[in-house]
């Protein structure tokens, strides 16, 4: 079946902008995952749904970074005035749910974000 | 929290020859280790993994290796191609809790090169 897909793939905003960034996951995929990866780097976590309950947000590195799933399905990654540190390519992972033992999360392409 | 290292962050190796990517762990409760390869431009795709009740995994020309007394796990690639060319990422996940799945902290990440 398809994979994961999000949109858009690039996104340009001005400083101080609110943008919205959406993930659709492998159809079935209990669980939702939402990672930041700067230029050179590895992706870093932001958020953790299981279905509709977001149950880590642990990474989201600040208050104007917000999520949600409202279905348990698609999921929106919300940044409200944004800022150039916010430049990052946006990825999110689902992956199917097994009691006690993590399952491989598959990736979307990413939105790659760019703050002017 | 978790934090895991990756080495070295660049490798060049000729067609034909080995290549290995070293990581290691901090979380004693790490319990899933998989292995991305990133090209330019693309999502992370998972091309092995391991968890902690095995100690070694082949796939074809893959294979990964698991030492949880040293917490240290290492990706080897045998007989390297150009096609090999891309960015590989090493992560750890702890073990899951009860209902519960688990994010992934990745390395930093090795540009592996194989020239003709």
């Known amino acids: 079946g398809a994979g994961v897909s999000q949109s858009p793939r690039y996104k340009v905003a001005k400083r101080g902008q609110d943008v919205a960034l959406r993930c659709d996951p492998i159809s079935g995929h209990v669980s939702l995952f939402w990672y930041q990866q700067a230029l050179g780097q590895g992706p870093e976590f932001l958020t953790y749904?299981?279905?509709?309950?977001?149950?880590?947000k642990s990474g989201l590195p600040s208050d104007r970074f917000f999520a949600e799933r409202p279905e348990g399905s698609v999921s929106t990654l919300k940044i409200q005035r944004t800022q150039q540190e916010d430049s990052a390519v946006y990825l999110c992972?689902?992956?199917?749910?097994?009691?006690?033992?993590?399952?491989?999360?598959?990736f979307g392409d990413g939105t790659r974000l760019s703050i002017l | 929290g978790e934090n895991v290292e990756q080495h070295p962050s660049t490798l060049s190796v000729q067609e034909g020859d080995s290549a290995v990517i070293k990581c290691t762990y901090s979380?004693?409760?790490?319990?899933?280790f998989p292995w991305y390869k990133q090209e330019l431009g693309k999502r992370p795709q998972l091309i092995i993994d391991i968890r902690s009740n095995v100690g070694e995994k082949k796939d074809q020309r893959i294979a990964v290796t698991l030492n949880k007394t040293a917490k240290h796990f290492s990706l080897h690639i045998t007989e390297t191609q150009p096609e090999d060319s891309a960015v590989y990422f090493c992560a750890a996940s702890i073990r899951t809790g009860a209902g519960t799945a688990s994010k992934l902290t990745f390395g930093t990440g090795t540009r592996l090169q194989v020239t003709l």
């Open positions: 749904f299981q279905n509709e309950a977001q149950l880590d």
């Open positions: 992972a689902s992956s199917p749910f097994r009691q006690r033992a993590n399952q491989p999360q598959h």
């Open positions: 979380d004693s409760a790490s319990n899933y």
